[in-house]
């Protein structure tokens, strides 16, 4: 099965993504790990992403568009794959339609999680992510040990600058310019299923599991 994530940023698209792909057997394909691994051995592409992930903006379709296309290429992708985090604009949406009916392939469920702009502020400023390996945690709902302290690695965990609220709120600005028009465009194409993001996570992950096993 070939499954896109929406919803806005905070909404949990990336904690269901990983479970869909754990329990499916499919990989979870985010370009957001992509861009902060790139961002964290200061490649080009990765400096020219923080750039604009630093300002809460989108991050260019020509900077994901080919990377993405390649990726579900691979062989590992062959019984499907969980998209996060793209497509986020309607060109986007449709170079990947485009690429995928070369492939003789289509993205069967488009999932939105959908969860009220106040509550996503909250959750994300509670964020915390470790500066040496990545991983991430909540304050509240995934705290680590120790306080700051990495889990994994014993590393320092900071409330990045694109959790910060100011920069949330930006960025829930763009997502409603740009990347809500999404929800509509998977509507026409017969693929949208909702899901009510202010649940807690399991219940989340159960409905989601309902759609896909229906």
Not at 52 to 74: A, H, K, N, S, T
Not at 97 to 111: G, P
Not at 126 to 138: E, F, I, N, Q, V
């Amino acid at each position: 099965m070939k499954i896109i994530m929406l919803g806005a940023p905070g909404a949990g698209k990336g904690t269901q993504a990983k479970k869909i792909a754990a329990k499916y057997k499919i990989p979870h394909i985010s370009t957001g790990d992509i861009f902060r691994a790139n961002i964290k051995n200061g490649t080009e592409l990765g400096n020219k992403a923080k750039t604009f992930m630093d300002q809460g903006l989108l991050v260019p379709d020509e900077l994901v568009v080919d990377l993405v296309v390649d990726r579900v290429g691979q062989e590992d992708c062959k019984n499907g794959y969980v998209l996060d985090g793209f497509p986020r604009t309607i060109p986007q949406a449709e170079a990947l339609d485009s690429a995928l009916m070369n492939m003789n392939q289509k993205i069967d469920y488009a999932i939105n999680i959908e969860i009220p702009d106040q509550n996503i502020v909250d959750r994300m400023s509670g964020r915390r992510a470790c500066l040496t390996c990545g991983a991430t945690y909540h304050i509240v709902n995934i705290p680590t040990k120790i306080e700051g302290i990495c889990d994994v690695c014993g590393g320092n965990t900071v409330l990045r600058d694109d959790d910060k609220p100011e920069t949330v709120i930006k960025r829930l600005r763009v997502y409603h310019e740009q990347t809500q028009p999404l929800i509509e465009y998977y509507i026409d194409q017969g693929v949208l299923v909702e899901v009510d993001g202010t649940m807690e996570m399991t219940d989340v992950f159960s409905a989601i599991e309902k759609i896909l096993e229906n």
